[in-house]
């Protein structure tokens, strides 16, 4: 019985050696099995955004979901929709931005967004609709390169591309096609 009981436990410490000397981490094949290279590095739900400048919020972005990439350059893709408040000098918003789409480059300081894009002005009652515009935090341009509409009280204007300021005050269309009432005939030339 002593014999058997020594078999016994020689036989399981030789299998627990065995089991122990083949348990190797290879470090390779778990960062193979737990890493992927397109993940995200950072996901955020209900994020909000705030760029500031001199202490005075300027841009305030909302999201529902946002996926941050760092690599060469520092991505954020909203897929979820998007909405951004632009901000005048006394904190008032004067301008909001919508998509569906939206990739922030964190690196760069512009804003991508496509897919339903609209952008109001609240003073000028006015709506900029086109597909794809991007926006510059460095000096607070917006433009596009697509088929825009732009509707106000005034009338609808068509183009292909536009250019404003983040306000959505004045704007430029690039090859503008429509009809606008004018105010005041001396404004046009």
Not at 113 to 133: F, M, P
Not at 147 to 168: A, C, H, M, N, Y
Request: proline share 2%; with cysteine.
């Amino acid at each position: 019985m002593v014999q058997t009981t020594k078999i016994g436990l020689i036989s399981l410490l030789s299998l627990f050696l065995v089991g122990l000397i083949s348990c190797e981490n290879d470090l390779d094949a778990i960062e193979r099995i737990s890493f992927d290279a397109h993940s995200p590095d950072e996901t955020t739900k209900n994020l909000k955004m705030i760029y500031a400048d001199e202490g005075y919020a300027r841009v305030e972005i909302f999201a529902a979901l946002a996926e941050t990439y760092r690599g060469k350059e520092e991505i954020t893709k909203i897929k979820d929709s998007l909405k951004v408040h632009f901000f005048n000098e006394k904190g008032e918003i004067v301008s909001k931005l919508t998509a569906l789409y939206g990739e922030i480059n964190n690196t760069k300081g512009t804003l991508m967004v496509r897919d339903s894009v609209r952008l109001y002005n609240y003073e000028k009652k006015q709506t900029l609709e086109t597909e794809a515009l991007f926006w510059n935090q460095k000096d607070s341009t917006i433009y596009s390169k697509s088929s825009v509409k732009v509707r106000s009280p005034k009338g609808t204007l068509f183009g292909e591309g536009i250019r404003t300021k983040q306000d959505f005050s004045k704007y430029e269309l690039i090859k503008p096609v429509g009809k606008f009432q004018l105010e005041n005939e001396l404004e046009f030339k």
